[in-house]
């Protein structure tokens, strides 16, 4: 949107106060996300009465009709249909001449456009929509059926943003394992693809998120050996441990099949680091059920792992299931899992200490002086930096605290060894 935007002779402002129209993208996926959209448009309109706001993203289309009759603090709406309209979408809210807002929208450059990631990492979006029809899921609803992007787009687009600097793609799509699949062959290609990038020359990385674990594409593993800048960092989201469970859920494969998945993933990768989401309160969930999925967090043993507690969402073949959840015993669940998951998470990252590797530099903080960063570091000033380890993906983990005695360039790999665990981050001292 930005880069359309752009092209048409619009500027984002750093700062609201001096823009003409805020662009809120949303989301619609879970009831706290559309709770926090809304919310968003509501703060907005009362810190900025005078300024035009278009609600954009997943809930915008999701709930069009609902949403141009109930939120009226929103100027406009816009869904994800049809992302070129972006222009004439504002233009027509900004009350500009219907000549302008019927002109063709500018072409895109693959890779050109702005990034809103932090220094040196960007996401590459191989794919739209998703066919799992996981029966808990509003994605399908949304976002529409599995459609794949072709393989030369998205190598000339990896390859201008690396000519751009960064060092680290992050493929993401809804389920990048089935990528390719809604081709003529129906067939995922996902190897194909890793290949092909395998070809382009440098030294980045690459990282790649959601992969459903009904169809994980184990040749892709080959292909990391082969190729240490493929992270062998895995994020499967597994989402229960109860066979039952996992059935409603529209799952194909039982809690053995994720647990010999993650075996052979950890037999193929001695640094192999597994993410996974779990949820809890999904309706008809036991007691037993919920043991269950404890005892797989156990087994699992799980280097990261995010929770949540079901949301019953309209259109979804789990909203009418019987044996609703309470509420609150959905989110004591949760908070169950959560508390669980922190000394497995904490163990995971302790061996990692001591050890060396290249970590993405992505923040800088104030100088601080020897006696505040411990009796390890060198004397004189140290500055406080914060990057990533390729244990560590953008947004989700945590983060590689950097203490340097010299300037580090933001968005740059630099070879750093591990000191310490902080908590769930990693302290970290280039070498």
């Not at 799992?132 to 190598?155: M, V």
């Not at 005695?405 to 280039?430: A, H, N, S, W, Y």
Request: hydrophobic share 40%.
């Amino acid at each position: 949107m930005m880069s359309l935007l752009d092209k048409k002779g619009w500027t984002a402002a750093e700062h609201a106060e001096n823009a003409d129209v805020i662009i809120i993208n949303s989301c619609g996926f879970i009831e706290s996300a559309k709770q926090e959209s809304i919310n968003a448009v509501l703060l907005w309109r009362k810190t900025h009465p005078n300024k035009k706001i278009l609600l954009a993203g997943c809930l915008a289309q999701r709930y069009a009709k609902e949403l141009s009759e109930s939120l009226p603090e929103a100027d406009g709406f816009f869904g994800i249909s049809n992302i070129v309209d972006i222009v004439k979408a504002v233009e027509n809210m900004m009350s500009k001449s219907e000549s302008l807002s019927t002109e063709k929208a500018p072409a895109l450059q693959p890779g050109k456009r702005p990034l809103l990631s932090l220094p040196g990492s960007a996401y590459v979006k191989i794919s739209e929509g998703c066919d799992n029809c996981c029966s808990f899921c509003a994605i399908p609803l949304i976002r529409g059926k599995l459609t794949s992007r072709k393989i030369p787009d998205l190598i000339k687009e990896s390859k201008t943003l690396l000519d751009r600097g960064i060092k680290e793609l992050c493929l993401v799509g809804q389920d990048t394992g089935s990528y390719g699949k809604d081709w003529a062959t129906g067939k995922a290609v996902l190897p194909e693809l890793l290949n092909a990038l395998a070809s382009l020359e440098g030294n980045f990385y690459v990282r790649l998120l959601y992969i459903h674990p009904d169809h994980f594409p184990l040749p892709i593993l080959d292909i990391m050996e082969k190729d240490k800048r493929f992270l062998p960092y895995f994020d499967i989201p597994f989402q229960h441990g109860s066979d039952k469970i996992l059935k409603a859920m529209n799952r194909r494969l039982n809690a053995k099949n994720y647990l010999d998945l993650i075996k052979t993933i950890r037999n193929r990768f001695k640094d192999a680091v597994i993410r996974s989401s779990f949820m809890t309160g999904f309706p008809g969930e036991t007691e037993e059920d919920f043991a269950l999925l404890l005892d797989f967090q156990d087994k699992a043993n799980l280097d990261w792992m995010g929770c949540f507690a079901y949301s019953r969402e309209e259109n979804t073949p789990a909203y009418a299931i019987k044996g609703r959840v309470a509420i609150k015993l959905a989110a004591e669940r949760k908070r169950i899992v959560e508390e669980r998951q922190i000394p497995i998470t904490e163990a995971a990252m302790n061996r990692f200490i001591g050890r060396n590797f290249e970590v993405l530099v992505e923040e800088q903080f104030e100088a601080l002086r020897s006696d505040e960063v411990r009796e390890h570091e060198p004397s004189g000033e140290s500055a406080l930096y914060l990057g990533r380890l390729p244990c560590q993906a953008p947004e989700v983990d945590g983060a590689a605290v950097i203490f340097s005695p010299r300037p580090l360039q933001l968005g740059t790999l630099v070879p750093c060894k591990v000191i310490m665990r902080r908590g769930f981050d990693l302290e970290v001292r280039p070498l």
